[in-house]
């Protein structure tokens, strides 16, 4: 991939047409799952632009995904956390993921990436305080680990997973009461299942602080 084909499409990134902005996110959307091409389109400028563009709009919710898309891409491998964090990435997720649950919590194709950025970022940085300490935030994400779409709830119990690694953040998840709703989903179709198994359980059974739900655990395990 050519460096001169990627900085065309940043470069459109920023025209005040907004179809054609729409369209060159979704090409970059496509490019960026290849890491070369990520490599490119860093080099290009498209963190400081895609920040600028990460704004909640009604009308903007197909670029909002296209371009949420590039930032999961980019979240991946954590080679670029340090250059999403300092664009205010983080905080723009935060906010776009809120207003979006606020709005419409069932808009899978915004939030779908949105929230499995946010898990990407999360898991790569050193403190997570950011995160588990924003009641908003959290309260959303429960709103949507709830969803009736199970596609939602993966996607929401990635993040949790994540921000349940952090041991400051067991009694803010218990606090909110997100524990006895990750134990509900044990019953739940085998893609829910298979993420709480491979996430959520460790941290569910080695934490002193959800000691009030093991005997509802074990029941459920037996």
């Known amino acids: 991939m050519m460096q001169g084909t990627l900085s065309p499409l940043v470069t459109l990134l920023q025209c005040p047409v907004l179809s054609v902005v729409q369209s060159a996110a979704f090409a970059l959307s496509n490019l960026a799952k290849d890491e070369e091409a990520q490599k ?39 080679h670029y ?31 779908t990436p949105l929230l499995r950025c946010l898990g990407n970022i999360v898991c790569k940085i050193p403190s997570g305080e950011e995160i588990y ?6 309260q959303a994400i429960k709103v949507l680990f709830q969803s009736s779409h199970l596609h939602l709830q993966k996607e929401s119990l990635w993040v949790v997973s994540n921000i349940a690694v952090f041991d400051s953040a067991c009694d803010i998840l218990v606090t909110l009461e997100m524990v006895p709703l990750i134990i509900s989903k044990l019953s739940s179709i085998f893609d829910i299942r298979k993420e709480l198994w491979k996430y959520s359980v460790i941290w569910i059974s080695s934490s002193l602080c959800i000691m009030q739900h093991c005997c509802t655990w074990r029941t459920i395990l037996l």
């Open 81 to 111: 956390t340090e250059d999403l964090l300092s664009h205010g990435i983080l905080s723009k997720i935060k906010s776009v993921i809120i207003e979006i649950t606020r709005v419409d919590s069932t808009c899978i194709k915004v939030l």
């Open 133 to 138: 300490k924003d009641e908003t935030l959290l």
């Open 40 to 78: 490119q389109i860093v080099s290009a400028g498209v963190i400081p632009v895609i920040a600028a563009l990460l704004e909640f709009s009604a009308n903007r919710l197909d670029l909002i995904s296209e371009i949420s898309w590039v930032l999961t891409y980019l979240s991946v491998s954590g």
